[in-house]
């Protein structure tokens, strides 16, 4: 069973269906028995990352998290989701995030481009599960204000130029993080999920 972590932010239904239609049994829950009892657990996310630690908080979900990902079991971060992952965030202040990757959040600075990066975008990516063929250009769909910065590059497995280079996908052992949205990236996308949903712990 995959687990997507409700925590009262995010594309939860999205990526429920994402998941539906490539046939897993999968539920949106803030169960901490149930997150303990699922196989994979997604954390999405669409806001601010302060509210986000705040939500984790009061549902008691910010140590269950933490010891899930440790556990073993396949864990994937999704835009917010992925920027939780790392030490801290710098969104509108500075915060301490779950400390599962090394790392920080940091905001575009970009004076002559748009900023949120929004829309469809390449991906530089090296060969991973989630990837599998790295010789393939893979374009996905962004929306995001802030990326990670500070990763050591044994845990960058995907980059996208936006004005510089960014680190667009993360992973550390069973841990990975994406920037993108792949349950609204089409069919590059749904190939991800579908391989996340096939790894073992």
Sequence with gaps: ?????????????????????????????????????????????????????????????????????????????????????????????????LGLIEGEVRPFKLPDMRVPHMGWNSLEAITNPLFCNSGEVKYVYFVHSYHAAMVPEENVIAKTE?????????????LFGLQFHPEKSGETGLAMLKNFGGLKS
């Design 162 to 174: 936006y004005g510089y280079p960014f680190v667009s996908a993360v992973r550390k052992g069973n």
């Design 1 to 97: 069973m995959i687990a997507v972590v409700d925590y009262g932010m995010g594309n939860l239904r999205s990526v429920e269906k994402a998941f539906e239609y490539l046939g897993f049994d999968v539920h949106v829950t803030d169960n901490k028995q149930a997150l303990r009892d699922a196989d994979h657990i997604v954390l999405p996310g669409v806001g601010a990352i302060a509210d986000a630690l705040i939500h984790l908080e009061k549902r008691g979900l910010t140590d269950e998290l933490i010891k899930q990902a440790e556990s073993g079991k396949p864990f994937l971060g999704i835009c917010l989701g992925m920027q939780l992952l790392f030490d801290k965030s710098y969104e509108n202040g500075e915060y301490k995030a």
